[in-house]
């Protein structure tokens, strides 16, 4: 069964605006990571964050982690064209990733010039 | 993409036919993942493998099959394909620093008419 829930499903904004897509799960994690996927391209890894942290940085990406609401955020600031794709999360259970990664909807992010 | 490659890229067959699709990676990891993504599901667990002789199902094995004879190469197998079969495949495998997160292969298209 689906872990994570994206929202929304879809969203577009102008480039240069922030982008926030929200992701909740259901069980217990080890980990939440979020994933980007090009049209017709397999996904690249974006960024982990673990159960014992509350937020996380890489470049322009800001992840945020609510373990007693099962829900974190995914924040792209300054959106460029070249972030117009699919973002999904995927969480890793408390026994670990060895298992697998259990992935959501996804939320699809289009950047209008 | 790195290390992990898929074939064919592309493939449409008849319902009854056996299907195999391949996946090879060069990064000598042990663990080797099979995905399917469909529409409005994300991607899902088919089956998995901690390393040759080890195969595992996942969230959504039925009608699927896999074997793993060296560390490289897992392929899946469609004994008798279906419609209900028709999706993206992606095959991965653990990045080594952070082997909770997955390389993900460019993925297979079958269309099972």
């Known amino acids: 069964s689906q872990q994570g829930e994206e929202d929304p499903q879809a969203l577009s904004i102008q480039e240069g605006e922030n982008a926030t897509m929200n992701c909740s799960y259901k069980t217990s994690i080890n980990n939440l990571q979020w994933y980007r996927q090009n049209s017709g391209r397999g996904l690249v890894h974006l960024i982990l964050?673990?159960?014992?942290?509350r937020e996380k940085h890489s470049g322009r990406l800001r992840v945020t982690l609510d373990t007693s609401k099962k829900s974190s955020s995914l924040l792209i600031t300054a959106s460029r064209a070249a972030d117009t794709a699919s973002y999904f999360c995927a969480t890793v259970s408390r026994g670990g990733g060895a298992d697998g990664l259990t992935f959501g909807k996804g939320t699809h992010l289009i950047i209008q010039p | 993409d790195a290390g992990i490659t898929q074939s064919p890229k592309h493939k449409v067959t008849e319902t009854g036919t056996p299907v195999t699709l391949r996946c090879h990676q060069t990064?000598?990891?042990?663990?080797m993942y099979w995905y399917r993504q469909d529409p409005g599901h994300g991607l899902r667990l088919i089956h998995y493998s901690y390393g040759v002789q080890d195969t595992n199902k996942g969230e959504v094995s039925d009608g699927y099959s896999v074997s793993r004879s060296n560390t490289e190469d897992l392929p899946l197998t469609l004994e008798s394909a279906a419609s209900s079969q028709t999706s993206v495949y992606f095959c991965a495998s653990p990045h080594w620093t952070e082997t909770d997160t997955q390389y993900f292969g460019p993925g297979t298209r079958l269309t099972v008419l």
């Open positions: 990064e000598n990891h042990r663990y």
């Open positions: 964050i673990r159960s014992n942290e």
